[in-house]
């Protein structure tokens, strides 16, 4: 089989203009980048105001291995299916880190006959909007620190004589904004910044500091989150950066630096359109990490979606209990708007890998044994895609299964795996299909299509698993019991601390956005298959006030990753006609 | 009168489509951005590979003040002269930084009616090229890091066992290689980075470190003197990263990671087109500081310009000794051709800064009185005007002064000043125009077209100043000794050493940058005037193999700009329209 970005070149795209067109979406509304790209402005919903708007189905997987299991493949092989079976469709999915890219995993437009197209740029630059994200967050870096320096080298007094300004008086030990970065970058993890010569202050003041990958970051949720440039306005000034030496919080708006903030994002709030592979129009937009972040593409994009066709088809990162989970409990509440079905995507190999049976290390290569049949491994291995369904499940919605089928696969498992799926009883809707979308693109997801268009019939009613009026230790408990199947939280005295101090200044009501290992339902990445009887430990609170959730570090989660021995960058050039080449 | 902003947003812009037909630019030649930015491939030129080329005029300026005389004000006015005289023309500049549009200096799309439009679009993101290059070198940054830990983590027999590549062996404190980041930073400048908690190694490895700006990277610089993709692809593997244990570079061919930067500017190394306000195509291309970097936009633009017209407008940055004097050493011996004509760009607050009639602080407002009429101090400053004109005219080509001239300066003293350099013999082709782009446009700069005209139907043989097989040495002391007119350079112990490292690995035959204050011919920024009698201090040297230079840091010269108190950010916003304001 060809490569991906070979199979991505050799396909005649159409003209996104005419691919808008086709969509629903007017000149007026668009603003090409390329032939092949556009922005879409988000005054489009205005437009559609009166529509109804179609299902929206939320793409989402069993636990993982480090390599993924081609959820993005099956969200863009479905959507190419529903598009044959001739239904009206769209895509809404991330735009990948560099991060990535450049690392383990690879590009993130989906893979074989089910790509977004052009799969480079998708994964690379696309339109500026990670890029807008990382310039005003570090913006407000820089801003912050200067106004530290500036009120401490003048004296607080001295320094309000000569601007005119309050200061801010801002508490170098509480100081909670760091700067990002959209790279694997594991030396800017912890560093001192503000460092200077002997005898001198010219550089500010020294304070430990430390970088966030940019699809970390809160300015990356807001994005995601915001409904539309107004909101994303009023949520930057909301941001905390720091407290001051009295305790109060400094916000961006204290900071003076908010507009700034949205000016320079002005253009990310525009989702960007592009198609698959097979002409699907495709709306990208944000790209939260779904372990350290909250891991969906935006609540814009999904509602322009949502409006311009009957189908709209997204993914949360990761497992049911990670994007998903987020999915439900922080975006839907925030949109007011539920998923009307779930996709669980499994594999052979993800299953097997969640047996038990293979001995996994993190960062090194799935052994060869994997991929070929073991029936046992692949039972010890179900138990994680009945968790995955019935978690799924707890939300009130549909679930339909996507087998999604790797090249080495054999059509007995596969059959095994289905007839197993279609055999247990769940006590609720469960469907299961087999994806070839990969191998066959839209042709290859057709019976996958069909599961969809037929759950999405079924009565359904969406429920979060919890409501925001409930406390945040409530919040907190809700997703380690009822979301993870453990036994509660444990805070650290840090979080408990910080617990305290964000209900006193009243932020009891945010949602709460787990930080913690994709590879495990737990904390714990060595705890493969379906768990119980675990505690998930909290180590760290952090205020995301401009989002509108409390994010929790659970175990030892980092929120910037490191560079393997080989990184992917290594297989990227460009050849003798200026092509791209060994992008995946 | 209106606010820049204003000005540009109540203008009628022509479709960027439009523009490129009237210029020459086919369709196949570009890729719109939007409807009023484009981005032009390189091909182009070789489909006009056998036109004529223009006359290039390059624009430079007096001695300025922090807040600058208008340069390219002038520029974009000259340009707009030159088509309300029915010339063919076309101008080249830089793309703003992120740093000066939030820092002191504000945005550097021109100003008035000389502007390029939408100046919102050029002062933010325009095209994203800044962006790949922060990515491209931040990304050989983390590659450098991840090397060293995992090399030092396995032991280097391991490393090579586990991977099968070569240890590279770097000297921690050995790398040569900094981040960069787009805004001024002061926090940055030097950090330590790979800090861990004590008793871990999970973050790299401690070493200092420090961000530049990206305007001063070498990718930069690369981006602005690469002939073309295959081009800059070889000088990114030139690049020295860091040096090994016994002394040997590392370079990011070394280190396989030229091909993913490459692969990550690819676009960038395509210039944008965009138009002034009155409708003359403009490309922007690259954006080098000139006093830590070369200061000019690129070489790629500058030939595509001068094969669409007879006239191609560009500017280097600040004073003739800075972006003037690597427009012809640096980008004129690479690009094998030098400017035809100098312009010289002078205010009257400028003449007056320079004075010393006045007690001119950095960071601080000029004072008011530099405002009002003073033929003493005009007097006073025209020397640095003299020495000025006399240093462009060095390079043998014809020179014009250009008056900029300011809303409240009087007739009285413009003509006054016209009047001196009209009258003094500078043994040379001088001629002067006041120039009212500002408050006209191109009707403003008729004068000063016509001007540059007739200097440009001169004879004249452009000499640089110094041939690149001189040695490093004697071209330090030929920019000091004749682009300065001080007495020789002085070269710190590190620069002694650096200096014999460089012969010694055969870097003998490179230009070299220098990098200094703006604010004085000399490189201590209280010299005001015309000083003689400096000997300039070098305290460090940097090779730039990838860009063909060595980088000589002069005085206490800073890499890294930092925010004052009251940053150009604080005015910026969104109104209830989504419109940008404060942006000037």
Redesign the interface.
Known sequence: MKSDIQICRDTNLTPIDQIARQAGILPDDL?????LKA?VKPSILKRLNDRQEGKLVLVTAITPTPLGEGKTVTTIGLAQGLAKINQSVMACIRQPS?GPV?GVKGGAAGGGYSQVAPM?KLN??LT?DI??V??AH??A???L??RL??EER?GYDA?AD??G?TPLRIDINRICWK?V?????????????????PGKT????AR??GFDISAASELMAILALSKD??DM?QRLGRIVLAYNLDGQPVTAEDL??A??M???M??AIEPTLMQTLEGVPTLIHAGPFANIAHGNSSIIADRIALKLSDYTITEGGFGSDMGFEKACNIKAQQAERGPDCAVVVATLRGLKANSGCYDLRPGQALPDAIFSPDEKALLGGFANLKWHIRNAAKYGIPVVVAINRFPQDTDTELNLLKAWVSEEDFGCYVDVAISEAFGNGGEGAAELAQAVVSACQTPAQFKPLYSLDQSLEEKLMTVAEVGYGGRGVELSPQAKQQLAELKQQGHDNLAVCMAKTPLSITHDPSQKGAPTDFIVPIRELRLCAGAGFVYALCGNV?TMP??????A??A???D?D?N?I??S
């Open positions: 603003t090409p980048q390329g032939t922005k560099m450049f480079e690379l630059h500026g890029h807008a990382t310039a570090n913006l870096a820089a801003a620190d200067a320096y500036h003048h320094f000569k601007t300004l700067r970065m959209d790279h694997n970058d594991r030396a800017l993890r912890m560093i001192t910044v503000g460092n200077n010569e010219i550089n500010g003041i430990d500091d440039l107004a306005r003076q630096v507009g700034a949205a000016v320079t002005c253009e980092m490191g560079l393997p021995e080989k990184p960058y290594m990227l050039d460009i003798d200026g791209i060994g992008l």
